[in-house]
């Protein structure tokens, strides 16, 4: 698997229970963290009008392309 660093700033009272709770489950901070992206990334992908947003973008992005020429 091809890992990323990535920084990412938090409010220090934040910080200070995503440490703690890291802490309690025995965890790195960036596992927890890892954990919790996953879940929010599968929770909105599984919302019922996500592929309505999804096809939205992609009929936006392609109006552009063919503005610019690009319609292959």
Known sequence: MNQRA????????????LSALARIEGVHVSELVREAIEEFM????AEKD???????RLNEDWEILKLLGRED
């Not at 990535?6 to 229970?17: A, K, Q, W």
């Not at 599968?42 to 992908?45: C, E, V």
């Not at 996500?50 to 939205?56: A, S, T």
Request: aromatic residues 4%; glycine residues 4%.
């Open 6 to 17: 990535m920084s990412v700033r938090l409010p220090g009272p934040m910080h200070e229970r």
């Open 42 to 45: 599968s929770r909105r992908i």
């Open 50 to 56: 996500f592929k309505d947003r999804l096809n939205q």
